[in-house]
């Protein structure tokens, strides 16, 4: 059982401390610029899933925005097991989020190359993680523009346009949001789309355009090795509505069954085969390589 909510242990630049004596200083510039990264890492059976990817991303978000990198991959591992020990973890998420640090008071310019970057990681409890009632019946989606800044392959804590489209599904009666740039589907507001068409999974290719999913990487060579056909290309709303199936990806969902986007049923209205099939293989083969 996880520890309760307000006994959380966090993690503060070196300190594990409860939830409610964590204090950042308001000119951190996460706070007043959203000048941070993070990651989000899924813990099933008190163990960290795809845990190597998620660092190896945070690194090259770091490298891409010049934020100094903080803690080796060694040491962030300790503070995700001790985080995990401490809170009594056994399902649920790890959150992560590195800030430039604090400026010592607003400005656009970056501080000195001396000043230390905010860490925080926090637990947050998901029983219901790998049994999820959603995954049963499968997610509705509705498109929306994209409207987010041209660097989505870097994971910023910009998120209040997702928020908004998050916001935009909920008052329509769906699920989420797929975002739509040029024509085409670029993903969703916090994983990856995709569609099956004769069998074949269909997914945008990596670019700048979209995050660069550790679940995404991981599913797809679990897709290949199972000798399932994967097609990186764009495709469209319509091509969505038409196809045999749709899902999405993300470390918090695992793979989710979409069942209808824009009011139209996709395929037989009910999750399909192939996303039920690459659930299940997704779960077996990370819980044997978590750590």
Do not use: C
């Not at 990264?37 to 990817?53: H, P």
């Not at 949001?177 to 085409?184: A, C, K, L, R, Y």
Request: charged share 25%; no cysteine; net charge negative.
């Amino acid at each position: 059982m996880s520890a309760m909510h307000n006994n959380r242990i966090v993690y503060l630049n070196g300190e594990y401390l409860p939830e409610s004596e964590a204090r950042i200083s308001i000119f951190d510039r996460g706070f007043v610029f959203a000048d941070a990264v993070y990651e989000v890492t899924s813990v099933i059976d008190g163990k960290l899933l795809d845990f190597d990817g998620h660092v190896a991303r945070l690194e090259r978000s770091l490298g891409e925005l010049g934020i100094r990198k903080p803690l080796t991959r060694e040491a962030l591992l300790d503070i995700h097991r001790e985080l995990v020990a401490r809170n009594e973890l056994t399902q649920g998420l790890l959150y992560l989020q590195v800030s430039r640090g604090n400026s010592g008071d607003r400005d656009f310019l970056f501080p000195a190359e001396d000043v230390a970057p905010t860490v925080v990681l926090f637990t947050q409890s998901v029983p219901n993680l790998v049994d999820a009632p959603k995954a049963r019946t499968g997610i509705k989606v509705i498109s929306v523009p994209d409207l987010r800044w041209g660097r989505r392959d870097i994971k910023t804590v910009q998120l209040l346009y997702p928020s908004m489209a998050k916001m935009m599904a909920k008052k329509a009666g769906a699920d989420d949001s797929w975002f739509v740039q040029d024509g085409f589907v670029t993903e969703g507001t916090a994983n990856n789309a995709y569609i099956v068409m004769g069998g074949r999974i269909i997914t945008r290719a990596l670019s700048n355009d979209i995050l660069h999913g550790i679940t995404r990487a991981a599913l797809l060579g679990y897709a290949r090795e199972a000798q399932i056909e994967v097609v990186e290309m764009n495709f469209t709303i319509e091509q969505a509505q038409r196809a045999d199936e749709a899902f999405i990806t993300g470390a918090s969902t695992f793979v989710m069954p979409v069942v209808e986007i824009d009011g139209v049923k996709i395929g037989s209205g009910e999750p399909g085969r192939v996303a039920i099939r690459l659930r299940e293989l997704y779960i077996h083969e990370a819980r044997k390589a978590a750590i």
